[in-house]
């Protein structure tokens, strides 16, 4: 994909695959909600959860956003590059505000005390790219 088209895949994508590094060396992956700020990947997350503490330790990360069912639809964009932990109460409100945009668009846009409390209990996750690879099979046009 060229650059403008991984950049609209990934604002399709509701969801990235997030893998850091455990304290034993293996990947830990889990399924992460996130939004684009200034281009760059940000998500939200428990300032104790298993991967904020594995951050902590390595900041190595990458993301996976993927679609498709069938072998020529297949398409996805893989991120490498570092996790930062942003603690900053504005930035994870802006970031919850911009996933629930993305996830139920009728739904109130102002910011209330439920996201406030929310944003609280939690730590920015920004993600600084310095690998990507991405793919399309539409592309190949039955051609493997």
Known sequence: MTADEQAAFLARS????LSTIDGRG???SVAMW????DGLVHMTSFRKAQKVVNLR???KVSLLAESGTEYAELRGLMIRGVGELVDDLDLCIEILGQIRIKHD???????????RRQAAKRVAIRVRPER???WDHSKLRGTY
Request: no cysteine; net charge neutral.
């Open 34 to 37: 996130f939004a684009r700020i």
């Open 14 to 17: 509701r969801t990235v695959m």
């Open 132 to 134: 990507v690879a991405s």
């Open 26 to 28: 293996y990947p830990h």
């Open 57 to 59: 330790r390595n900041p």
């Open 105 to 115: 668009p009728s739904r109130d846009l102002s910011i209330d005390d439920d996201l």
